[in-house]
């Protein structure tokens, strides 16, 4: 039987107009000290540097201290991000809490953050050449933490087919050639991602999660300071610049470079790599 739509109440616009509340208020955030790594940076030198083909993925070593940066070098390109401690894949990004401590997209300033138990900041953006883009007129905006990452179960469940070259697969294949685990132990550490110069939000009407064209161009770049060391791989997704389709082989697609940079000796002096959570991990039953 059919059930009837549930009668709005008399009170509804009422219901409907109460104001929201920011569940995490962040003003007693650990502030980054912006101006001691631009000095860093400054006199830093390229140490490594990762090309990462279309529709592939690879990945990378920024120790603590270190700096990255992901360009688009031949033409609009997005990426998929996922970074681990570098010595215990158990720590690695939370774009949830990433997304619930900043907002939906992320820039210069803000930071990601990896998961409990350690929920400590990974890496932090110091420069973002896609900033001036902000929030546009259908709440789009670049950089997100919102989307998970282009994968073939969805895509078999959607269209069916088996398809390869979805970013779950690209991450999951750099991961067991970089650590040597079997592809079924590396797939269970790829993670939910940064989206990388991917344009994205929600529809109005539906809540939908869309993209869009990017707005990235050739020379753009997103650079992070590792405060932590880190192990990265980076995707070049199959979507090219998501204007249009992804999971498929039919967007045109380029290449990603990652090149990490060491600060000179000194550069950093009074600056540590942030602990883990303070929390005591009792959850309620005592010592």
């Given at each position: 039987m059919t059930q009837p739509a549930p009668l709005q109440p008399s009170d509804a616009d009422t219901r409907r107009n109460v104001p929201p509340v920011i569940c995490y208020p962040n003003q007693t955030l650990p502030i980054p000290d912006l101006n001691l790594y631009a000095r860093a940076r400054d006199g830093a030198e390229k140490v490594a540097e990762?090309?990462?083909?279309?529709?592939?993925a690879g990945c990378f070593r920024a120790p603590a201290g270190h700096f990255f940066r992901i360009t688009s070098v031949e033409g609009p390109q997005v990426g998929d991000l996922?970074?681990?401690?570098?010595?215990?894949?158990?720590?690695?990004?939370?774009?949830?809490?990433?997304?619930?401590?900043?907002?939906?997209?992320?820039?210069?300033?803000?930071?990601?953050?990896?998961?409990?138990?350690?929920?400590?900041?990974?890496?932090?953006?110091?420069?973002?050449?896609?900033?001036w883009y902000g929030i546009d007129q259908y709440?789009?905006?670049?950089?997100?933490?919102i989307g998970t990452r282009c994968d073939p179960y969805t895509h078999n469940l959607l269209a069916g087919g088996q398809y390869h070259h979805c970013c779950h697969s690209n991450l999951t294949?750099?991961?067991?050639?970089?650590?040597g685990l079997p592809l079924h132990e590396a797939e269970r550490h790829v993670h939910d991602v940064l989206n990388?110069?991917?344009?994205?939000?929600?529809?109005?009407?539906?809540?939908?999660?869309?993209?869009?064209?990017?707005?990235?161009?050739?020379?753009?770049?997103?650079?992070?300071?590792?405060?932590?060391?880190?192990l990265g791989?980076?995707?070049?997704?199959?979507?090219?610049?998501?204007?249009?389709?992804?999971?498929?082989?039919?967007?045109?697609?380029?290449?990603?470079?990652?090149?990490?940079?060491?600060?000179?000796?000194?550069?950093?002096?009074?600056?540590?790599?942030?602990?883990?959570?303070?929390?005591?991990?009792?959850?309620?039953?005592?010592?």
């Open positions: 990762l090309r990462v083909a279309p529709r592939d996922n970074l681990w401690h570098a010595d215990d894949l158990a720590e690695r990004f939370y774009s949830g809490k990433t997304r619930a401590l900043h907002g939906t997209h992320i820039t210069r300033g803000q930071r990601m953050w990896s998961g409990f138990p350690y929920l400590r900041p990974m890496a932090t953006i110091t420069h973002d050449s896609l900033e709440g789009g905006s670049v950089h997100d933490v294949r750099a991961l067991a050639d970089e650590t990388v110069f991917m344009c994205t939000g929600f529809t109005r009407d539906t809540g939908q999660y869309f993209m869009k064209a990017s707005p990235v161009r050739p020379g753009d770049c997103l650079e992070f300071f590792a405060e932590i060391d880190l791989a980076l995707s070049a997704c199959p979507g090219g610049d998501c204007s249009a389709q992804h999971s498929s082989d039919a967007a045109a697609c380029h290449p990603l470079l990652v090149e990490v940079f060491a600060p000179a000796p000194g550069a950093l002096d009074g600056w540590s790599s942030p602990a883990p959570s303070g929390y005591d991990r009792s959850h309620g039953r005592g010592a």
